[in-house]
């Protein structure tokens, strides 16, 4: 199944999980650079805002949702249960799932911490991946440098994690001068992954409360639901200004 929604009139891309893996695959063997973004809240927030970042994300091969607060509206316990593509967990089960036997990743981050710990995560989701690579981002440095280091080492997978607008106007940019095969970007919903690196502090398993700091910390439970109720706000009140719009269009 693929198909999408759409929320505050941008188009999600929707598809099950298995779509998903067997497309990742599918793009890991042919010669195109595709380009994979997990959206984030703040990534439609500023889509709404600015016409021209909402036609740099349009240009991607796939946008999908990249935390469930994006679905609040399309019942998104419904399509997880469904084995829905829900959030970019299903990152991890793509690498999960790598039909190819020593794909490389090349991994771009914010800094040295969240490259460290997307390494981690990476080599224990897939075991065989091979680690070309990896590059604590500044603004200031020689992209031109970037570029031929990502080049000289031909990466399958080039994963970006850089803060919402730099990472998209990065991919946009620098996209027909890479040599990878797949590019995702999951700048502004890594944490829900990197949550998953957090080791529980001894403290709280000598009070024996690590179901609660699972799901307060490591599942983001309170969080997820806050961030929930405050999107379908904005949904809300962006699809009554549009009506509204519309009715003042249609009398006048």
Same mark, same amino acid.
């Given at each position: 199944?693929?198909?999408?929604?759409?929320? *505050?009139? /941008?188009? %999600?891309? *929707? *598809?099950?999980?298995? $779509?998903?893996?067997?497309?990742?695959?599918?793009?890991?063997?042919?010669?195109?650079?595709?380009?994979?973004?997990?959206?984030?809240?703040?990534?439609?927030?500023?889509?709404?805002?600015?016409? #021209?970042?909402?036609?740099?994300?349009?240009?991607?091969?796939?946008?999908?949702?990249?935390?469930? !607060?994006?679905?609040?509206?399309?019942?998104?316990?419904?399509?997880?249960?469904?084995?829905? @593509? @829900?959030?970019?967990?299903?990152?991890?089960?793509?690498? #999960?799932?790598?039909?190819?036997?020593?794909?490389?990743?090349?991994?771009?981050?914010?800094?040295?911490?969240?490259?460290?710990?997307?390494?981690?995560?990476?080599?224990?989701?897939?075991? #065989?991946?091979?680690?070309?690579?990896?590059? !604590?981002?500044?603004?200031? *440095?020689?992209?031109?440098?970037? /570029?031929?280091? /990502?080049?000289?080492?031909?990466?399958? %997978?080039?994963?970006?994690?850089?803060?919402?607008?730099?990472?998209?106007?990065?991919?946009?940019?620098?996209?027909?001068?890479?040599?990878?095969?797949?590019?995702?970007? %999951?700048?502004? $919903?890594?944490?829900? /992954?990197?949550?998953?690196?957090?080791?529980?502090?001894?403290?709280?398993?000598?009070?024996?409360?690590?179901?609660?700091?699972?799901?307060?910390?490591?599942?983001?439970?309170?969080?997820?639901?806050?961030?929930?109720?405050?999107?379908?706000?904005? @949904?809300?009140?962006?699809?009554?200004?549009?009506?509204?719009?519309?009715?003042?269009?249609?009398?006048?």
């Amino acid at each position: 199944m693929h198909a999408s929604v759409n929320v *505050m009139d /941008i188009d %999600i891309d *929707m *598809m099950t999980n298995d $779509v998903f893996i067997e497309k990742m695959n599918d793009y890991l063997t042919d010669d195109k650079l595709d380009v994979i973004l997990f959206a984030s809240t703040q990534l439609l927030d500023k889509a709404v805002a600015e016409e #021209e970042y909402r036609q740099m994300i349009e240009q991607v091969d796939l946008l999908l949702p990249g935390e469930e !607060a994006l679905l609040s509206a399309h019942h998104v316990d419904v399509l997880e249960a469904g084995g829905m @593509v @829900v959030s970019c967990k299903s990152f991890g089960m793509m690498l #999960e799932n790598l039909q190819k036997e020593d794909q490389s990743i090349y991994i771009i981050g914010k800094n040295e911490n969240e490259v460290e710990l997307l390494n981690s995560w990476c080599k224990k989701m897939q075991p #065989e991946l091979r680690l070309v690579g990896n590059c !604590a981002y500044d603004p200031d *440095m020689e992209d031109a440098a970037l /570029i031929n280091e /990502i080049n000289n080492h031909t990466p399958d %997978i080039l994963l970006v994690d850089l803060e919402t607008g730099m990472q998209e106007q990065w991919i946009h940019d620098h996209v027909p001068l890479l040599h990878a095969r797949l590019c995702i970007a %999951i700048g502004g $919903v890594a944490g829900q /992954i990197l949550a998953e690196e957090k080791e529980t502090p001894e403290w709280i398993k000598k009070l024996h409360l690590e179901s609660l700091y699972e799901k307060l910390v490591l599942e983001q439970t309170v969080q997820k639901d806050v961030q929930a109720r405050i999107f379908r706000k904005k @949904v809300i009140q962006y699809n009554n200004q549009q009506e509204d719009q519309e009715n003042e269009d249609t009398k006048g």
